[in-house]
């Protein structure tokens, strides 16, 4: 199946997606604030560059698109009709190099807490938070 943009379009449309500084991670940073917490931000000296470093606790995070990061059993994760192979490729990497961060930062002693796009949702988003919190103050 062919793309339902030309080539122009969709490099423009592409181009409009944001790696940082997402609306699901400037909710998480101003909840993490108004709690208190102080941290820096997507760490390039860390291995898979997390989203937000909370050094005092030894604990970074993760806040994944579900569609970027092939969230499983997700509403939010649906494999494109067109350039099917390429996308699931593309997922498949992301989802590798997600795994391989993970592991190096457990490996280097930090905490790491993953939090996808859809538990940020209004209907779940207290939850989210107060699981956040727990996971946090736990030590």
């Not at 409009?16 to 390039?44: Q, Y």
Request: proline fraction near 4%; include cysteine.
């Amino acid at each position: 199946m062919a793309d339902v943009h030309n080539e122009e379009t969709r490099s423009y449309n592409m181009s409009r997606i944001k790696a940082t500084d997402t609306k699901p991670e400037l909710m998480v940073r101003r909840f993490l604030h108004s709690c208190g917490f102080r941290f820096k931000l997507n760490d390039k000296n860390l291995p898979g560059k997390p989203d937000i470093v909370l050094p005092r606790y030894q604990t970074v995070i993760f806040i994944n698109g579900c569609f970027w990061h092939g969230h499983a059993h997700c509403k939010y994760f649906k494999i494109p009709k067109t350039r099917t192979v390429w996308w699931q490729e593309k997922i498949s990497r992301n989802k590798l190099n997600d795994r391989k961060a993970i592991r190096a930062l457990r490996k280097e002693g930090w905490k790491v807490i993953l939090l996808w796009e859809c538990d940020l949702k209004l209907a779940k988003i207290d939850a989210t938070f107060f699981r956040l919190l727990a996971l946090l103050t736990l030590d």
